[in-house]
Structures are given as structure tokens and as C-alpha cells.
Antibody, heavy 118, light 106 residues
Framework: EVQLVESGGGLVQPGRSMKLSCAAS????????MAWVCQAPKKGLEWVAT????????YYRDSVKGRFTISRDNAKSTLYLQMDSLRSEDTATYYC???????????WGPGTMVTVSS | DTVLTQSPALAVSPGERVSISCRAS??????MHWYQQKPGQQPKLLIY???NLASGVPARFSGSGSGTDFTLTIDPVEADDTATYFC?????????FGGGTKLELK
């Protein structure tokens, strides 16, 4: 059974950093591209970043370029999102998702909430 | 970015048929996908590439469309289908989601 479990969320002050993790199991992690998708409270979904199966390629939405870094450790079957210079508008639930070749997301974790506030 | 427009809410009775629409601001070929999100849960893939049923999803769910206009149909609707339904396109960069349609049962 595919499982994705995020961790690392919480309350953080504006301008500070936070690192999210996503532990994957139930599939061959290094065969799949992975992504982070966020959802602000009571709002819709927004794609944040994607990393290729081997970590060689990364893609970001414009609003997080230069502030967020997606990475992975295939030996640990873990996906990461380093978030720097956090802003109030980054407040959201962050989901880890497995990305398919056609760029849809076939499995999602339960999410971890990030609140950026002073 | 490609904007996906969905009706905000629908209300139907159990046993009825419901169609949820998604209109794209530019063509997305057949690269439209549908997700179901129940309160407090993560999204779940229902339909991929416009009309393909994801694994384990009941055949009551179906998808259609191409280009800019797409539809998710549930027939018949069951009480457990109360949720918000999101469309997502992956033809144009970046991938984008619709605002969601909240389905309520009467």
C-alpha cells in the first residue's frame, strides 16, 4: 500500500525557515517524480514544486522560486521541502504527492500545516 | 497560468445524476484530472486524462471533455459523495487547479 506521511509543520515567524519531510513507503520511491502541493485555509490547491525521480531536475511555482528548495534522499525514501524567508501568504497545509508521467498526482499524504505568523 | 473555472457549489439528492464542470482559459488537450477531497482529508485521484477511472474508484464516477470544457459526472450520487471536487490541468506549465466545487446532498 502506498503511504506518504508528512512532518515538520508548525508555527513559524515571518522571515524564518522551516523544513518539511515526507516519508514514503509501499512503492519504489526512486522510480517516481515527487511533488509538494499546498492548500491555504478554506482555499483551493496550488502546486508548489516537483523533483525528478533521481533529483537531477527541480521545478517551482514563481512565488516560491529562490525561497523554497525541494530535495530527496532516495536511500531513505524521503522527500523534503526547505522553506526560507517565509511569508504570511505561505500559510497552508502542505501535501506531499506522487507525480505521474502525465503530471497528475496519484497518491497524496495527509498533509502538514504550516502557519507563518508573528 | 491556465485558469480553471468551476461552479462553487451544487446540491443534489441521493440517487440523482450530477455533472460538475471545469472550464479552462486555454486548451489543455485531454490533460485534465479530477480529485475528491472530503473535509479534513487529502485529495484523492478520481479521473485522469479526462476520462480514465483511477484504480479503486467506483464506476459511478466518469469524466469527459477535451480542449477547454470538461465534466465530471456522478451517477447515481450517494451520501458518501459529499465532498469538494477539484479539476487540475497538466498540459500547460505550471500545473493548475480549479477552485473546487462543493457537492452537498439534500
Amino acid at each position: 500500500e502506498v503511504q506518504l506521511v508528512e512532518s515538520g509543520g508548525g508555527l513559524v515567524q515571518p522571515g524564518r525557515s522551516m523544513k518539511l519531510s515526507c516519508a514514503a513507503s509501499g512503492f519504489t520511491f526512486n522510480n517516481y517524480d515527487m511533488a509538494w502541493v499546498c492548500q491555504a485555509p478554506k482555499k483551493g490547491l496550488e502546486w508548489v514544486a516537483t523533483i525528478s525521480y533521481d533529483g537531477s531536475s527541480t521545478y517551482y511555482r514563481d512565488s516560491v522560486k529562490g525561497r523554497f528548495t525541494i530535495s530527496r534522499d532516495n536511500a531513505k525514501s524521503t522527500l523534503y521541502l526547505q522553506m526560507d524567508s517565509l511569508r504570511s501568504e505561505d500559510t497552508a497545509t502542505y501535501y506531499c504527492a506522487r507525480r505521474t508521467g502525465s503530471w497528475y498526482f496519484d497518491f497524496w499524504g495527509p498533509g502538514t500545516m504550516v502557519t507563518v505568523s508573528s | 497560468d491556465t485558469v480553471l473555472t468551476q461552479s462553487p457549489a451544487l446540491a443534489v439528492s441521493p440517487g440523482e445524476r450530477v455533472s460538475i464542470s471545469c472550464r479552462a482559459s486555454e486548451g489543455v488537450n485531454s490533460y485534465m484530472h479530477w480529485y475528491q477531497q472530503k473535509p479534513g482529508q487529502q485529495p484523492k485521484l478520481l479521473i485522469y486524462k479526462a476520462s480514465n477511472l483511477a484504480s479503486g474508484v467506483p464506476a459511478r464516477f466518469s469524466g469527459s471533455g477535451s480542449g477547454t470544457d470538461f465534466t465530471l459526472t456522478i451517477d447515481p450520487v450517494e451520501a458518501d459523495d459529499t465532498a469538494t471536487y477539484f479539476c487540475q490541468q497538466s498540459w500547460n506549465d505550471p500545473p493548475t487547479f480549479g477552485g473546487g466545487t462543493k457537492l452537498e446532498l439534500k
